[in-house]
Protein backbone atom coordinates (compact mmCIF):
# COMPACT_ATOMS: atom_id res chain seq x y z
CA UNK A 1 0.00 0.00 0.00
CA UNK A 2 2.10 2.86 -1.12
CA UNK A 3 1.18 5.71 0.09
CA UNK A 4 2.57 8.36 -2.42
CA UNK A 5 3.55 6.51 -6.33
CA UNK A 6 5.07 8.05 -9.04
CA UNK A 7 5.02 6.41 -12.62
CA UNK A 8 7.53 5.42 -14.38
CA UNK A 9 10.14 5.27 -11.76
CA UNK A 10 13.41 5.95 -14.66
CA UNK A 11 12.63 7.56 -17.84
CA UNK A 12 15.30 7.92 -20.51
CA UNK A 13 14.44 9.88 -23.57
CA UNK A 14 15.95 12.19 -26.54
CA UNK A 15 16.23 16.22 -26.23
CA UNK A 16 13.20 17.48 -27.92
CA UNK A 17 10.92 14.76 -26.90
CA UNK A 18 7.38 15.55 -24.39
CA UNK A 19 6.94 13.07 -21.61
CA UNK A 20 4.74 13.19 -18.33
CA UNK A 21 5.62 12.05 -15.18
CA UNK A 22 2.31 10.26 -13.17
CA UNK A 23 1.88 10.54 -9.30
CA UNK A 24 -0.80 9.49 -6.74
CA UNK A 25 -1.47 9.55 -3.41
CA UNK A 26 -3.50 7.39 -1.75
CA UNK A 27 -3.40 9.64 1.70
CA UNK A 28 -6.17 11.77 1.64
CA UNK A 29 -4.43 14.30 1.78
CA UNK A 30 -5.05 17.71 -0.27
CA UNK A 31 -1.65 19.36 -1.09
CA UNK A 32 0.32 17.80 -3.54
CA UNK A 33 3.95 19.16 -4.58
CA UNK A 34 6.58 18.21 -7.12
CA UNK A 35 10.60 19.16 -6.24
CA UNK A 36 13.22 18.61 -8.64
CA UNK A 37 16.63 17.06 -7.52
CA UNK A 38 19.45 17.92 -9.42
CA UNK A 39 22.70 16.19 -10.10
CA UNK A 40 24.61 18.15 -7.13
CA UNK A 41 21.80 16.66 -5.03
CA UNK A 42 19.91 19.74 -4.49
CA UNK A 43 15.90 19.23 -3.56
CA UNK A 44 14.24 22.50 -4.77
CA UNK A 45 10.40 22.79 -4.93
CA UNK A 46 9.06 23.68 -8.46
CA UNK A 47 5.40 23.43 -8.05
CA UNK A 48 1.78 22.66 -5.10
CA UNK A 49 -1.54 22.35 -5.82
CA UNK A 50 -4.14 22.41 -2.70
CA UNK A 51 -7.29 20.99 -3.40
CA UNK A 52 -6.51 21.00 -7.76
CA UNK A 53 -5.49 24.52 -7.26
CA UNK A 54 -1.97 25.83 -8.13
CA UNK A 55 -0.52 27.45 -5.29
CA UNK A 56 3.38 27.47 -5.71
CA UNK A 57 4.98 27.92 -8.90
CA UNK A 58 8.61 28.90 -8.35
CA UNK A 59 11.05 30.15 -11.26
CA UNK A 60 10.35 26.58 -13.66
CA UNK A 61 10.37 26.80 -17.34
CA UNK A 62 6.76 27.45 -18.89
CA UNK A 63 7.89 24.08 -20.55
CA UNK A 64 7.19 22.17 -17.10
CA UNK A 65 3.30 22.29 -17.07
CA UNK A 66 1.42 20.24 -13.77
CA UNK A 67 -2.05 19.32 -14.04
CA UNK A 68 -4.21 17.90 -11.27
CA UNK A 69 -7.45 16.42 -12.51
CA UNK A 70 -8.61 14.98 -8.71
CA UNK A 71 -7.25 15.81 -5.00
CA UNK A 72 -5.27 12.35 -5.52
CA UNK A 73 -3.11 12.64 -8.96
CA UNK A 74 -0.55 15.70 -9.36
CA UNK A 75 1.38 14.82 -13.14
CA UNK A 76 3.78 16.90 -14.38
CA UNK A 77 4.06 17.33 -18.04
CA UNK A 78 7.73 18.30 -19.88
CA UNK A 79 7.31 19.50 -23.35
CA UNK A 80 10.37 19.55 -25.52
CA UNK A 81 13.18 18.15 -23.30
CA UNK A 82 16.68 19.73 -22.85
CA UNK A 83 19.73 18.07 -21.27
CA UNK A 84 19.36 20.35 -18.02
CA UNK A 85 15.94 18.70 -17.48
CA UNK A 86 18.20 15.29 -16.53
CA UNK A 87 17.29 14.81 -12.34
CA UNK A 88 15.27 12.95 -10.22
CA UNK A 89 11.34 14.30 -9.67
CA UNK A 90 9.86 13.98 -6.46
CA UNK A 91 5.97 14.22 -5.79
CA UNK A 92 4.97 14.76 -2.40
CA UNK A 93 1.50 15.17 -0.42
CA UNK A 94 0.25 16.95 2.55
CA UNK A 95 -2.56 17.48 4.76
CA UNK A 96 -2.63 21.13 6.69
CA UNK A 97 -3.57 20.19 10.11
CA UNK A 98 -3.51 23.65 12.42
CA UNK A 99 -0.72 25.23 11.83
CA UNK A 100 1.83 22.51 10.70
CA UNK A 101 1.96 19.76 8.04
CA UNK A 102 3.86 16.55 7.28
CA UNK A 103 5.30 16.02 3.61
CA UNK A 104 4.99 12.43 2.16
CA UNK A 105 7.66 11.78 -0.43
CA UNK A 106 7.24 9.41 -3.68
CA UNK A 107 10.31 7.00 -4.55
CA UNK A 108 11.04 9.24 -7.31
CA UNK A 109 11.38 9.63 -10.93
CA UNK A 110 14.76 9.67 -12.38
CA UNK A 111 14.62 11.30 -16.02
CA UNK A 112 17.55 11.29 -18.30
CA UNK A 113 17.62 13.30 -21.33
CA UNK A 114 19.91 12.17 -24.04
CA UNK B 1 12.19 31.03 5.49
CA UNK B 2 15.34 31.28 8.16
CA UNK B 3 18.43 29.80 6.53
CA UNK B 4 20.10 26.84 8.70
CA UNK B 5 23.80 25.44 8.40
CA UNK B 6 24.65 21.61 8.70
CA UNK B 7 28.18 19.96 9.28
CA UNK B 8 28.23 18.31 5.70
CA UNK B 9 29.34 14.66 7.05
CA UNK B 10 29.59 12.73 10.20
CA UNK B 11 30.40 9.48 11.53
CA UNK B 12 28.60 7.63 14.10
CA UNK B 13 28.92 3.71 15.36
CA UNK B 14 26.23 1.14 15.01
CA UNK B 15 24.45 1.20 18.35
CA UNK B 16 25.36 4.83 19.34
CA UNK B 17 23.70 7.70 19.74
CA UNK B 18 24.03 9.90 17.04
CA UNK B 19 23.99 14.07 17.80
CA UNK B 20 23.04 16.03 14.16
CA UNK B 21 23.94 19.72 14.95
CA UNK B 22 22.03 22.43 13.09
CA UNK B 23 22.43 26.19 13.12
CA UNK B 24 19.58 28.64 12.56
CA UNK B 25 20.35 32.03 14.15
CA UNK B 26 18.49 33.93 12.09
CA UNK B 27 15.10 31.90 13.23
CA UNK B 28 11.97 33.72 13.53
CA UNK B 29 9.35 32.85 16.82
CA UNK B 30 6.39 31.82 14.26
CA UNK B 31 9.58 29.50 12.91
CA UNK B 32 9.12 25.91 13.47
CA UNK B 33 12.39 23.72 13.46
CA UNK B 34 12.12 20.07 10.90
CA UNK B 35 14.08 17.32 10.26
CA UNK B 36 13.64 14.87 6.99
CA UNK B 37 15.96 12.72 5.99
CA UNK B 38 16.65 11.17 2.63
CA UNK B 39 18.53 7.60 2.24
CA UNK B 40 20.42 6.80 -0.34
CA UNK B 41 17.93 6.60 -4.00
CA UNK B 42 14.74 7.15 -1.96
CA UNK B 43 12.39 10.38 -1.34
CA UNK B 44 12.59 12.28 1.56
CA UNK B 45 11.21 10.90 4.88
CA UNK B 46 9.91 12.96 7.57
CA UNK B 47 11.38 12.54 10.75
CA UNK B 48 10.09 14.93 13.53
CA UNK B 49 9.21 18.86 13.81
CA UNK B 50 8.98 21.29 16.94
CA UNK B 51 8.57 25.05 17.79
CA UNK B 52 10.57 25.54 20.99
CA UNK B 53 10.21 22.84 23.27
CA UNK B 54 11.93 19.39 23.13
CA UNK B 55 10.08 17.12 20.84
CA UNK B 56 10.65 13.12 20.79
CA UNK B 57 9.03 10.39 18.30
CA UNK B 58 9.80 6.52 18.04
CA UNK B 59 12.37 7.69 15.68
CA UNK B 60 14.53 10.67 17.31
CA UNK B 61 14.47 13.38 19.75
CA UNK B 62 14.57 16.83 18.78
CA UNK B 63 16.28 19.26 21.55
CA UNK B 64 15.82 23.14 20.39
CA UNK B 65 17.92 25.26 22.75
CA UNK B 66 16.10 28.28 24.60
CA UNK B 67 17.31 31.03 22.32
CA UNK B 68 16.20 28.54 19.70
CA UNK B 69 19.37 29.75 17.22
CA UNK B 70 20.45 26.07 17.54
CA UNK B 71 18.94 22.39 17.69
CA UNK B 72 20.13 19.12 17.66
CA UNK B 73 18.67 15.70 16.44
CA UNK B 74 19.43 12.80 18.34
CA UNK B 75 18.91 9.30 17.00
CA UNK B 76 19.33 7.53 20.46
CA UNK B 77 20.42 3.71 18.80
CA UNK B 78 22.00 4.85 15.49
CA UNK B 79 21.82 1.51 13.03
CA UNK B 80 23.23 0.97 9.71
CA UNK B 81 19.69 1.73 8.29
CA UNK B 82 20.26 5.21 9.35
CA UNK B 83 22.90 6.15 7.34
CA UNK B 84 21.53 9.28 5.10
CA UNK B 85 21.67 12.81 4.23
CA UNK B 86 19.76 14.82 7.35
CA UNK B 87 17.87 17.96 6.41
CA UNK B 88 17.25 20.89 8.76
CA UNK B 89 14.62 23.10 7.64
CA UNK B 90 13.19 26.13 9.26
CA UNK B 91 9.59 27.02 8.46
CA UNK B 92 7.09 29.66 9.54
CA UNK B 93 3.67 28.44 10.71
CA UNK B 94 1.62 27.17 7.66
CA UNK B 95 -0.40 29.76 5.66
CA UNK B 96 -2.74 27.14 4.36
CA UNK B 97 -3.04 26.96 0.93
CA UNK B 98 -0.30 29.81 0.33
CA UNK B 99 3.50 29.59 -0.39
CA UNK B 100 4.95 28.70 3.15
CA UNK B 101 3.77 25.43 2.92
CA UNK B 102 7.34 24.70 0.48
CA UNK B 103 10.11 22.64 2.20
CA UNK B 104 13.25 24.53 1.49
CA UNK B 105 16.18 22.13 1.53
CA UNK B 106 19.77 22.62 2.46
CA UNK B 107 22.73 20.63 1.58
CA UNK B 108 22.21 18.79 5.17
CA UNK B 109 24.77 16.58 7.24
CA UNK B 110 25.82 12.89 5.34
CA UNK B 111 25.50 10.68 8.53
CA UNK B 112 27.24 7.39 7.55
CA UNK B 113 26.46 5.32 10.35
CA UNK B 114 29.79 2.29 10.65
CA UNK B 115 29.29 -0.96 11.92
Known amino acids: DTAVSQTPKYLVTQMGNDKSIKCEQN?????MYWYKQDSKKFLKIMFS???????INETVPNRFSPKSPDKAHLNLHINSLELGDSAVYFCASSQARGPTDTQYFGPGTRLTVL | DAKTTQPPSMDCAEGRAANLPCNHS???????VYWYRQIHSQGPQYIIH???NNETNEMASLIITEDRKSSTLILPHATLRDTAVYYC????????????????FGTGTLLAVQP
Open chain 2, 50 to 52: GLK
Open chain 1, 27 to 31: LGHDT
Open chain 2, 26 to 32: TISGNEY
Open chain 1, 49 to 55: YNNKELI
Open chain 2, 89 to 104: IVRAYLNYGGATNKLI
